[in-house]
Nanobody, 123 residues
Framework: VQVVQSGGGLVQVGGSLTLSCTFS????????MGWFRQAPGKEREGIAS????????VYADSVKGRFTISRDNAKNLLYLQMNSLKPEETAMYYC?????????????????WGQGTQVTVSS
């Protein structure tokens, strides 16, 4: 399974970014997926997950109402739209695939991982 992430970068406080992730060698439309982030010196945090169909989604309280996870199974793409970004959300962001449950935000529950993309929110 190969994973390619894109879309990170530098953004000002209150700004927006969209991350994307594509998987090959995987039955993309049949697996649940998620997004995680890890700030320097902190543990990896699950922030959003989505069912294989895209019908069901879960968000961490810290991002609820500002971030949106979505997927396009026809294009094998997973997205994370991030709005109203805060400096404390500066982190490496990872996509993950093939979890046992669509509602899990636990990293050990995911089988495949992207290489990570840096998001820096400047004040």
């Amino acid at each position: 399974v190969q994973v390619v992430q894109s879309g990170g970068g530098l953004v000002q406080v209150g700004g927006s970014l969209t991350l994307s992730c594509t998987f090959s060698g995987l039955n993309f439309g049949a697996v649940h997926m998620g997004w995680f982030r890890q700030a320097p010196g902190k543990e990896r945090e699950g922030i959003a997950s989505i069912s294989w169909s895209g019908q069901y989604k879960v968000y961490a309280d810290s991002v609820k109402g500002r971030f949106t996870i979505s997927r396009d199974n026809a294009k094998n793409l997973l997205y994370l739209q991030m709005n109203s970004l805060k400096p404390e959300e500066t982190a490496m962001y990872y996509c993950a695939a093939d979890s046992r449950s669509w509602r899990t935000l636990v990293d050990d529950d995911y089988k495949y991982w992207g290489q990570g993309t840096q998001v820096t929110v400047s004040s």
